[in-house]
């Protein structure tokens, strides 16, 4: 009986008929092979955080793919930025920028970028690219200028001094580079590149580094390029926008009596005997050479400035002048004595000797718009309640070393300076100043052409006070600091 029982069990042991049914259908499992169907998405455009650090992602603008090494915010702007390390190298950086490291990749191979530029892509889904290269229809072809690769330059900042560039921002179109300085590294490395591009082809500045600055504020891109330290470089992506160029005058902002940017056949009728850059005033005659691409830098005064744009006159010289009309001089001649009409010593005077006055007193002029205005600030200046009395200025002294040293380090004012006597000097004066916390002496020689200048300094100039006055506010890579008039030689 035992035996047979053992035997029958067999069949009670079969499953029964559902439970072959689910059998069977998990033995297959078609779904999970399934799910990465064409028609699901391989791309997520997701909000990205630093939980996505390492996934695979796409950047707008590259054909190749990377991997997300870095989620957070720029150290300069403080704007939020991505790090990706491409599969090729086509990047800009090793995950260096400016000398601050946010992650680590092999050279070229690195982009900082704005996270909606970057897309993430489903975890082992198939890579996006070859997909769109096999099937993207010839519309999708013909969108492709919207990733165009810009110009790029790079510009290494010397160890002292700048790049040699201005730039500016142009209502409706952005930042650009407006002006090359002759003999700077900027203007060297544009004439070096094939392109031989410059200020006149209108330089839209589209990223500093890899840092979409194209639609910014002039001051970001600025603190970019301010945070490039010496012996560092900046790689400079532009666009040539030559629309823009045309409004490189804006509108003036003074008041309606102040002549436009640009002459008119008017301004030249108004008055005859001169040419088109007569009646122009200073910052009119600045915003026309920058737009000719001219070095002004080295003018003293408008007379000169008028000289480079007559220099520079398309075609070559402007018109001849018609016999000279003493009915509208561009500046007022200096008066012997005081104007009989009420006018004081300040109405005689010119828009240089006018600086030179204000500088003096350390008075910003910079918002001055023309010689008017000047001569109200040397007014407002005054301390007492008549004009100043003529002569050198107090700075220059008879002191002797000792004394200039003493006086100096007792006003513990940086670049404080005293001009003393010396022999040692062809011009027979020396400028002791507070430089780095110490004093230092520096001899002024007189050259053959009977100019100024600081002893191996090529700057030169034709008298000791603008030499001096020159130093007052800016260095002009010769002192560590600029020099500072002290309060008892004002």
């Not at 007379?303 to 003493?326: I, N, Q, V, Y």
Request: glycine share 8%; proline share 10%.
């Amino acid at each position: 009986a035992t035996p047979e029982e053992s035997s029958e069990p067999a069949p009670v042991e079969e499953p029964p008929v559902s439970t072959l049914v689910e059998s069977s259908v998990e033995e297959p499992k078609p779904e999970p092979e399934s799910e990465p169907a064409p028609t699901s998405p391989s791309l997520q455009k997701d909000r990205i955080t630093t939980a996505h650090i390492g996934r695979r992602v796409s950047v707008e603008g590259y054909d190749t793919l990377g991997t997300l090494l870095f989620v957070g915010n720029h150290h300069v702007s403080g704007t939020s930025r991505c790090g990706v390390a491409l599969d090729d190298p086509v990047g800009k950086n090793d995950g260096s920028i400016k000398g601050h490291r946010y992650f680590e990749c092999a050279p070229k191979c690195g982009i900082l970028c704005s996270p909606k530029k970057v897309t993430l892509l489903e975890e082992g889904a198939a890579p996006p690219a070859p997909k769109q290269a096999a099937d993207a229809p010839q519309q999708n072809v013909e969108a492709a200028p919207e990733k165009k690769k810009y110009y790029s330059i790079t510009l290494q900042r010397p160890m002292s001094g700048g790049l040699g560039m201005s730039i500016a921002h142009r209502a409706g179109y952005g930042n650009f580079i407006t002006v090359l300085k002759p003999g700077g590294v900027a203007q060297a490395a544009f004439a070096a590149a094939p392109e031989k591009h410059d200020a006149s082809h209108g330089l839209k500045i589209m990223r500093l580094n890899g840092e979409d600055v194209a639609d910014r504020p002039k001051s970001d891109a600025t603190a970019i390029l301010k945070s490039i330290g010496p012996g560092d470089s900046v790689t400079v992506d532009y666009d040539l926008v030559p629309a823009a160029v045309a409004d490189i005058a804006p509108t003036s902002k003074s008041t309606a009596t102040q002549p436009t940017p640009t002459p008119t056949a008017a301004d030249t009728v108004a008055a005859p005997g001169q040419d088109e850059y007569e009646g122009m005033k200073r910052l009119q005659l600045i915003k026309l050479l920058r737009t000719r691409n001219v070095d002004y830098g080295d003018a003293k005064n408008t007379d000169e400035l008028k000289e480079l744009a007559r220099k520079s006159h398309p075609g070559g010289a402007p018109p001849p002048a018609a016999p000279a009309s003493t009915s509208a001089p561009t500046t007022a001649p200096t008066p012997a004595n005081p104007s009989s009409s009420g006018g004081d010593e300040y109405d005689g005077m010119k828009r240089l000797q006018l600086i030179k006055l204000l500088r003096s007193r350390n008075v910003d002029y910079g918002d001055a718009k023309n010689i008017e205005e000047l001569k109200d600030l040397a007014r407002k200046s005054q301390k007492s309640g008549t004009p100043a009395a003529s002569g050198p200025p107090k700075w220059i002294t008879k002191m002797s070393r000792e004394e200039a040293t003493q006086t100096i380090a007792a006003a513990a004012v940086p670049g404080g300076f005293v001009l003393r006597p010396s022999e040692r000097s062809s011009s027979g004066y020396t400028i002791t100043t507070l430089q780095r916390g110490k004093p230092q002496n520096f001899g002024i020689d007189r050259g053959a052409d009977q100019k100024f200048n600081f002893s191996k300094s090529q700057d030169k100039f034709d008298s000791i006070e603008q030499l001096v006055l020159a130093y007052t506010t800016t260095t002009r890579n010769y002192f560590a600091e600029p020099l500072v008039i002290l309060p008892q030689f004002r």
